[in-house]
């Protein structure tokens, strides 16, 4: 686990540091969404998401529960793919769907280790639902194969490739208590995070002018 960690391309600690000094912009949103039930969604900069979850029991946890409670959240949230730590839950385990009405893809991932990748690699821009706004070009391999539990208990190794490839290597990220912010370089980062800010301003202003009429 810490050797995945410390392979990570850009060191970790130069991103902690642009992190350490980052204060995610707050929304006075004159109309804020219902409150969600649920649980909430941690930020990037909480110190639990630095830290790589636990393994969790196999054999006696609710497997099928714990995936339809972390895709009840991702869906909430409108992602693509949701960590258990995201929202508080000190489990190794992640899941990934597309949401759509019919035949969706739905997986969740228990206890997952990464057994191989491909040398191929691509470029895509990647969120994060721990923060919003944030958009960065990642380069990961297209084709990963993973072993893991299933929601059935049961342990397999799979390949996948494209956009499924590119979420769950995401997702692992969360899963050594890193994130996309790793994968890039300190430049690119703090570019990323001037663009966050750029926009939280429009979105203020837009905001006061909404308020005074
Ligand atoms: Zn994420």
Known sequence: MKDEREQLP???DDAADVMSNYDPPAYDDPAPEPEYEGPKLLHMTHPFLSKAPSEIDIEKEDLKQLKADL???MYYYRGIGLSANQIGIDGKYFVVGDGKEEEPFEKAFFNPSIIGVSKEE????EGCLSFPELWL???RPI???LKFFNSDG???VETYEGTTA???LHEYDHMLGANFTHRVSKLKLERGLKAVAKKHKKHQRRIQRLLKT
């Open 137 to 139: 070009m990642v380069k």
């Open 166 to 168: 590119r979420v769950i």
């Open 154 to 156: 049961e342990e397999i």
């Open 122 to 125: 691509d470029h895509l821009r």
């Open 10 to 12: 850009s060191a970790v």
């Open 143 to 145: 084709q990963v194969t």
């Open 71 to 73: 895709l009840e959240a």
